[in-house]
């Protein structure tokens, strides 16, 4: 059975930094992982994502530069390191896990039919 929990959001003022942290379990081999985020009246767009086995990663254009996802394997842990914030960041980021096996590369790693497994979400605040 997988598992998949965020922490991490808290409220930061703009140019600030947070790192939010995936905590996927139950997996017995390489899977991907990505970041989504909605914001208020907004629809669910995906940021950037991992394939855990190759290490691959993808980006939205608009995080490009500011956010960077990374694992470690060890802890069965993906990060998302979010630096030079913007009131426009403001959402909540969701995590998400795909099935035990996952060969996904490039763009289609932001694609939500990808993940078959959610959290509940942490909220993210910037604001002065």
């Known amino acids: 059975q997988v598992h998949v929990m965020e922490s991490g959001g808290a409220s930061v003022q703009p140019g600030g930094s947070l790192r939010l942290s995936c905590a996927a379990s139950g997996y017995t081999d390489r899977h991907c992982v990505g970041w989504f985020r909605q914001a208020p009246g907004k629809s669910r767009e995906a940021v950037a994502a991992i394939n855990t086995g190759t290490s691959t990663t993808y980006y939205d254009d608009s995080v490009k530069g500011r956010l960077t996802i990374s694992q470690d394997n060890a802890k069965n842990t993906v990060y998302l390191q979010m630096n030079g914030l913007k009131p426009e960041d403001t959402a909540v980021y969701y995590c998400?896990?795909?099935?035990?096996?996952?060969?996904?590369?490039?763009?289609?790693?932001?694609?939500?039919?990808?993940?078959?497994?959610w959290g509940q979400g942490t909220q993210v605040t910037v604001s002065s």
């Open positions: 998400a896990a795909s099935a035990n096996w996952c060969g996904i590369r490039g763009p289609s790693l932001l694609r939500e039919d990808v993940y078959n497994y």
